[in-house]
């Protein structure tokens, strides 16, 4: 099982970027996708995710700016990122796990809920 992520670069405050992750996933639709995000010595910090209903929650920080979305038959999860600021750069990762795993908006932030990790892709905001 691979998950891809990619569309990371350096950009202005106030600029956009669209990330993509791309799953090897059998049965994709079945799974529940999540984005976080990480800064050396910092903990993984959950941005977002999306059910396999596609039903979506969003970090605090990154609600009104950031849209997650999902298409199932590409296989694929993206995250729009706009209005960036400098305190978004960050390693940004998608997740994946069985739909069953995540019971609601609250474990959805776990990142110990989820089976799989893509590697990362390097968002940097400069300001």
């Known amino acids: 099982v691979q998950l891809q992520a990619s569309g990371g670069g350096l950009v202005q405050a106030g600029g956009s970027l669209r990330l993509s992750c791309a799953a090897s996933?059998?049965?994709?639709?079945?799974?529940?996708m999540g984005w976080f995000r990480q800064t050396p010595g910092k903990e993984r910090e959950f941005v977002g995710g999306?059910?396999?209903?596609?039903?979506?929650s969003y970090a605090d920080s990154v609600k009104g700016r950031f849209t997650i979305s999902r298409d199932n038959a590409k296989k694929k999860v993206y995250l729009q990122m706009n209005s960036l600021k400098p305190e978004d750069t960050a390693a940004y990762y998608c997740?994946?796990?069985?739909?069953?795993?995540?019971?609601?908006?609250?474990?959805?932030?776990?990142?110990?809920?989820?089976?799989?990790w893509g590697q990362g892709t390097l968002v940097t905001v400069s300001s």
């Open positions: 996933l059998r049965t994709f639709s079945n799974y529940d």
């Open positions: 997740a994946a796990a069985w739909w069953t795993r995540i019971k609601n908006f609250d474990s959805m932030k776990g990142w110990d809920e989820y089976e799989y």
């Open positions: 999306i059910t396999s209903e596609g039903d979506i």
